[in-house]
């Protein structure tokens, strides 16, 4: 049997919140549609620039992640998380072969949806999000700051911008037909694979809980052959939406608050990227970190032949509405 995992925690934080009163607030927002490689970029970032993360013990032990650290007890949560994927047998999260573990960053979404009821930054969620940026940095306060992501607000960055008027923000593009084809792979597993992990995430979130149900109702109901032409569809749509979001919300924010890199050049030469990205954010690398981020230049592969049958089509759509890019 698994051992128990930390759900449903009861809020030991409460008496020690007076605490966090004086802790800045320095975040910096990774801004990216799902799939376009902002898991790599934070990664990238906070290994090299020294930025304090939200990861997965700080989406699941939110609320005794201050009671925890002030006792000595924070690599016990940590721990459990641990032991309760490997008594699944689960080294992944399924969807990519990112290492599962306490230590893998995660969207700050999943907190804000539990505690306050929406996974986008708002005046609403704001406190929340506040809450979470104060703690983490509580406990590294070595760190430049917190390195936040959450491609739910690809569109958002005017309001976090007028929220947060100390805040930089990282954008980062990819192949639109790569990104359509990693979503697509994901629609797959959860129309018919194992959904567990992301269960675990949307704790908090029965609608979430419930659109997963229905895709996998739908795949049982009509077959993969056929769940795959619905899903390639609605894609299509939420793609070219989001798409539009980057742009505006990218056009949004004054240029001495925003940069933005591509995938393919983050790929090709990631230590002349990130060089970039630190003058911007005003930080020295740390040259053996540096060192070791190597180029992921491999072979795209061809792609699948379901989104191959809708590349051509696909392609023209954005490119009408202005959203087609040759540099990503």
Same mark, same amino acid.
């Given at each position: 049997?698994?051992?128990?995992?930390?759900?449903?925690?009861?809020?030991?934080?409460?008496?020690?919140?007076?605490?966090?009163?004086?802790?800045?607030?320095?975040?910096?927002?990774?801004?990216?549609?799902?799939?376009?490689?902002?898991?790599?970029?934070?990664?990238?970032?906070?290994?090299?620039?020294?930025?304090?993360?939200?990861?997965?013990?700080?989406?699941?032990?939110?609320?005794?992640?201050?009671?925890?650290?002030?006792?000595?007890?924070?690599?016990?949560?940590?721990?459990?998380?641990?032991?309760?994927?490997?008594?699944?047998?689960?080294?992944?999260?399924?969807?990519?072969?990112?290492?599962?573990?306490?230590?893998?960053?995660?969207?700050?979404?999943?907190?804000?949806?539990?505690?306050?009821?929406?996974?986008?930054?708002?005046?609403?969620?704001?406190?929340?999000?506040?809450?979470?940026?104060?703690? =983490?940095?509580?406990?590294?306060?070595?760190?430049?700051?917190?390195?936040?992501?959450?491609?739910?607000?690809?569109?958002?960055?005017?309001?976090?911008?007028?929220?947060?008027?100390?805040?930089?923000?990282?954008?980062?593009?990819?192949?639109?037909?790569?990104?359509?084809?990693?979503?697509?792979?994901?629609?797959?597993?959860?129309?018919?694979? +194992?959904?567990?992990?992301?269960?675990?995430?949307?704790?908090?979130?029965?609608?979430?809980?419930? =659109?997963?149900?229905?895709?996998?109702?739908?795949?049982?109901?009509?077959?993969?052959?056929?769940?795959?032409?619905?899903?390639?569809?609605?894609?299509?749509?939420?793609?070219?939406?989001?798409?539009?979001?980057?742009? +505006?919300?990218?056009?949004?924010?004054?240029?001495?608050?925003?940069?933005?890199?591509?995938?393919?050049?983050?790929?090709?030469?990631?230590?002349?990227?990130?060089?970039?990205?630190?003058?911007?954010?005003?930080?020295?690398?740390?040259?053996?970190?540096?060192?070791?981020?190597?180029?992921?230049?491999?072979?795209?592969?061809?792609?699948?032949?379901?989104?191959?049958?809708?590349?051509?089509?696909?392609?023209?759509?954005?490119?009408?509405?202005?959203?087609?890019?040759? +540099?990503?």
């Amino acid at each position: 049997m698994a051992p128990r995992f930390p759900t449903d925690l009861r809020d030991e934080d409460q008496p020690l919140l007076g605490q966090l009163a004086e802790v800045p607030l320095r975040p910096t927002f990774i801004m990216g549609l799902h799939r376009s490689g902002t898991t790599w970029l934070y990664e990238s970032l906070a290994r090299v620039f020294g930025f304090a993360s939200v990861t997965l013990h700080e989406v699941f032990c939110f609320p005794r992640l201050l009671a925890r650290h002030a006792a000595g007890r924070s690599q016990e949560d940590q721990r459990l998380i641990d032991e309760h994927f490997r008594a699944r047998g689960m080294d992944t999260r399924g969807i990519d072969g990112i290492s599962l573990s306490h230590a893998m960053v995660e969207e700050y979404g999943w907190i804000l949806q539990r505690y306050a009821g929406d996974l986008k930054v708002s005046p609403k969620t704001k406190p929340v999000l506040d809450q979470l940026i104060r703690k =983490v940095q509580h406990m590294h306060p070595e760190a430049p700051g917190v390195l936040l992501k959450n491609p739910w607000d690809t569109s958002n960055a005017a309001r976090i911008a007028e929220l947060y008027p100390d805040a930089n923000f990282v954008f980062i593009a990819r192949d639109p037909l790569r990104v359509i084809q990693s979503l697509y792979k994901n629609s797959l597993i959860f129309g018919g694979g +194992d959904v567990y992990f992301l269960f675990l995430l949307m704790q908090g979130f029965p609608l979430g809980r419930t =659109v997963i149900r229905c895709q996998r109702m739908l795949y049982r109901l009509v077959g993969e052959e056929r769940y795959s032409k619905i899903i390639t569809r609605y894609l299509q749509d939420d793609v070219a939406r989001e798409l539009a979001g980057y742009r +505006d919300s990218f056009a949004a924010l004054p240029a001495l608050r925003k940069v933005e890199v591509t995938y393919s050049e983050l790929a090709g030469d990631p230590q002349a990227t990130l060089r970039r990205l630190g003058v911007f954010l005003g930080l020295e690398p740390d040259p053996d970190a540096l060192a070791a981020v190597t180029p992921r230049v491999r072979s795209a592969g061809a792609l699948h032949p379901q989104i191959e049958r809708i590349a051509a089509g696909f392609r023209a759509r954005l490119e009408r509405e202005g959203l087609w890019r040759t +540099d990503v």
